[in-house]
């Protein structure tokens, strides 16, 4: 029996998305010293941000490995920067900066517009052709076809 271990290969690592939002957050890691205990709390706030949505949509490596890559496109890499650092204020007790906000705001917003799905709704069977849904091959067949959907 082969076991398979998932390796992701692209992305920036968690490390770096968890050292970035402590640096939004103004607890820089060479100002002060990050404990591992911090770290591993900041790794599972992360975890379990990327299963929720928008983020679930990224393909966020979950491993539990602060060393992994953590496989999410680069574009994206701001918003979750941002958005990580905005619950690691909240888990800490700090005010999030006014400065912080807009900043935070348009980079969570961007990923939220990339990354949505839009629902496509297909017609009900029998539903009737409009004047501007015509299919020019089908001669007096006023109602949409099941494989046109």
């Known amino acids: 029996m082969t076991t398979i271990i998932p390796v992701s290969?692209?992305?920036?690592?968690?490390?770096?998305i968890i050292g970035m939002a402590f640096?939004?957050?103004?607890?820089?890691?060479?100002?002060f010293d990050r404990s591992s205990e911090e770290s591993?709390?900041?790794?599972?706030?992360?975890?379990?941000m990327m299963k929720?949505?928008?983020?679930?949509?990224?393909?966020?490596?979950?491993s539990g490995n602060e060393a992994d890559l953590s496989n999410i496109p680069d574009d994206a890499t701001e918003g979750v920067v941002k958005a990580l650092a905005l619950r690691l204020m909240g888990s800490k007790g700090k005010s999030i900066p006014d400065s912080f906000r807009p900043i935070a705001a348009q980079a969570i917003n961007y990923v939220r517009g990339q990354y949505a799905t839009v629902p496509t709704i297909g017609f009900a069977p029998g539903t009737i052709r409009g004047a501007g849904a015509r299919i020019y091959q089908t001669v007096d067949d006023p109602f949409f076809r099941e494989d046109e959907q």
């Open 9 to 16: 290969e692209t992305g920036i690592s968690k490390s770096d």
């Open 23 to 31: 640096e939004d957050c103004r607890l820089a890691g060479y100002d």
């Open 40 to 48: 591993l709390s900041a790794l599972r706030l992360l975890e379990t």
């Open 52 to 62: 929720g949505w928008p983020w679930n949509g990224l393909g966020y490596f979950h």
